[in-house]
Structures are given as C-alpha cells and as structure tokens.
C-alpha cells in the first residue's frame, strides 16, 4: 500500500499515481480513514520498477508491502490505526453490544419499538434486526421492506444506531440510501465477492460499518480474512469480524460454536470481532455461557438476539432469543469479563 506525505492526495497528484502503476496492470483503491488516506494497490506489485516509479513520486513517503495474502487487513498496515465505533463506542476500548429481535415483524410494530426502549435502558449499544430474512425454506418468512421504516423509526426513537443484514446488491443500495449504520453480511453470503466488493464500493466514505458473518462452511481462518479483504479493498475500512458458528453442527447446538478463532483473528488482523452466540448455539438457554465464553476469548462485543416477547417474535426468535430482563444482569458480567480477558490476550492483539 503506499503512504503518502500529505494526508491526502490532491487531484492532479492521483491522476499522475494512477498513470504510473497502470503502466505495470495495477490499479489504486484509495482508503479513507479519519486522519488520513492510504492507497491500495491492486494486483501484483512485486515488479521492482514499479516500486522504485512510485517511491519516486516527490509526493510519496513510502509503500508497505505485507508479505500475507491479505494486505489490507493485516496489522502492519496502516488501517490497524483505523477507530471503528458502534454506537459511541470504540471497538478495542469499550465492550459492545448489539441486540435485538431476529426480524422485525412489520405487522407488530410495537413490539419492535418496545424493544428497542428496553433494550436502551439496559444500556445496548446498537439496535439489531431483520428486514429481510435469508431462509432456507422458499415457504418460511422472508422478511419485508416495510419493516426498515420501523427499524429506522426505533432509531429515531431511541437514539440508538442500527444493524440489519443485506443478501443483495438492491437491499444494500436501498439501506445505503436509508442512512443505515451497519450493514450485516450473513453466514450465507459471507463468500459472495461480488457483493462484498459491491457494497465495499457503495459504503465508502460514508461512516458505515459492515459486520461480516463467518460463513458456516469456511475452512481455514485467513480465508474468513480475505473475504473483509474485499470489502477493504473496494473503499470501506470499517469492518468487524463476526465469528457464528460453523458446520457440521453439534448436536444439541444449531452449529459448531467457533468463538474461540477469535485469539486466532486478533494475532493476524487489526480488525475488531463481535461474536454473534444466538446463531452459534441457537437456544436461548446457551446464549448467556455463549456470550461469556465469546468475552473470555477476547471478543469486543456481542450480537445478540433478543425480544421483550420472543413467543410472538419472527425467525428464529421463539427459540433463541433472550429477553431484556436476562441481557440486564449479563452485559454487567461481560463488562467484567471484558476487563479480565484482555490481560490473557496473546502480545500485540
């Protein structure tokens, strides 16, 4: 990537980086961060005269190469200084938490923004929830347009920022236009790149997060890594990384809970992780040993389900999600926990 003297390049001075690593079939993907701009190369960067062209530029400080298959998300680079926030939190500092119902039933409007008052009195950060649903039954609920004018109405409401999952490029683009604040990409999607790359591009420069799930049939954990790395690549830094369980599933549990690659995630990226434990153990009884575990692991948040009536709630709600009264005394022990665990995590995470 390569780091320029100013915080920013000016126009004539872009134009003239472009030209040079085009000459050797690179292109340039700026990053923009709080206090200054990066660029990207894209595509091989390994020929010494392209090195020694742009390092040549009066206007350059340098180019660090990472020698991982992810440059971006690395933690030499220069987005390891980059401060993503949910809510008024900064991840890395402050523990946080995301709640909310599975979907938001757009024939049960109170119930979402009951929910969403009660879950700010408890002290939650960012307000989750569904307004399309990826199913595996074509018969089962979907999910419904309507219910993203109640997602944003709890947001007006509570103050609270907002999450909720896209599955396409239309979904993200109407979000993106909604002023959502974070965008989710499910367990189903978190291998489509094209849709990584497209809503990387759409969110850019624009102070949204994207909360990338781990997909349930992912192998190795830089491959989990690589998939942020189109997101980053394509202009937004400002990824979390969310372990979900994976498969084949436990018997007993929905999947194979997986909050422990957290360490893993933490030792090879900057990026912050929120553990998402509803979906990993997929019965509301587990999550709160779920949610601790993920915490004393190193997690900086959680993604939970919860309703103040999950019997009447849509999705996976009647089974999974806890109610406020339950997520009260448990972010109180996560805090703890949070304090504990970050005196275990390995040196540099």
């Avoid at 005269?49 to 030499?76: A, C, W």
């Avoid at 890395?92 to 409007?109: E, R």
Wanted: proline share 7%; hydrophobic share 40%; charged share 25%.
């Amino acid at each position: 990537m390569i780091i320029p003297l100013p915080h920013r390049l000016n126009k004539k001075q872009y134009k003239e980086l472009v030209a040079v690593v085009n000459e050797f079939n690179i292109k340039i993907q700026p990053i923009v961060g709080a206090e200054r701009t990066i660029y990207a190369m894209i595509g091989d960067e390994s020929d010494p005269r392209l090195i020694k062209r742009v390092e040549g530029l009066p206007y350059i400080d340098r180019i660090d190469r990472v020698q991982v298959p992810f440059k971006l998300m690395s933690k030499k680079s220069n987005l390891a200084k980059n401060q993503i926030k949910v809510g008024r939190k900064v991840l890395g500092q402050s523990l946080a938490i995301i709640a909310g119902p599975c979907a938001v039933d757009h024939k049960n409007k109170n119930l979402m923004l009951e929910t969403a008052h009660a879950l700010k009195e408890i002290g939650v950060d960012m307000l989750r929830g569904g307004v399309w649903k990826p199913r595996t039954s074509p018969y089962s609920f979907q999910g419904d347009e309507k219910s993203l004018e109640i997602l944003l109405e709890a947001r007006s409401q509570t103050g609270l920022p907002i999450n909720t999952e896209i599955m396409d490029e239309e979904q993200a683009r109407i979000c993106v236009d909604a002023g959502v604040d974070s965008f989710q990409v499910g367990a189903r999607n978190a291998l489509n790149y094209r849709l990584l790359q497209q809503l990387g591009e759409m969110t850019a420069n624009k102070n949204m997060n994207v909360l990338l799930k781990r997909s349930m049939h992912m192998g190795p954990v830089n491959e989990f890594i690589l998939a942020a790395e189109y997101i980053a690549a394509n202009g937004n830094p400002n990824i979390i990384l969310c372990p979900r369980g994976t498969m084949p599933a436990i018997q007993g549990f929905r999947n194979s809970p997986d909050e422990s690659i957290t360490v893993l995630l933490k030792e090879r990226t900057w990026a912050p992780v929120i553990v998402d434990p509803s979906h990993s153990v997929g019965k509301s009884v587990y999550v709160p040993n779920a949610c601790l575990a993920a915490i004393g692991y190193g997690a900086d948040g959680i993604v939970v389900e919860c309703n103040l009536n999950p019997g009447k709630g849509l999705g996976d709600d009647p089974k999974q999600a806890i109610t406020p009264d339950t997520l009260a005394p448990l972010i109180k022990d996560c805090r703890a926990m949070y304090q504990r665990s970050k005196k275990y995590l390995p040196q540099g995470s």
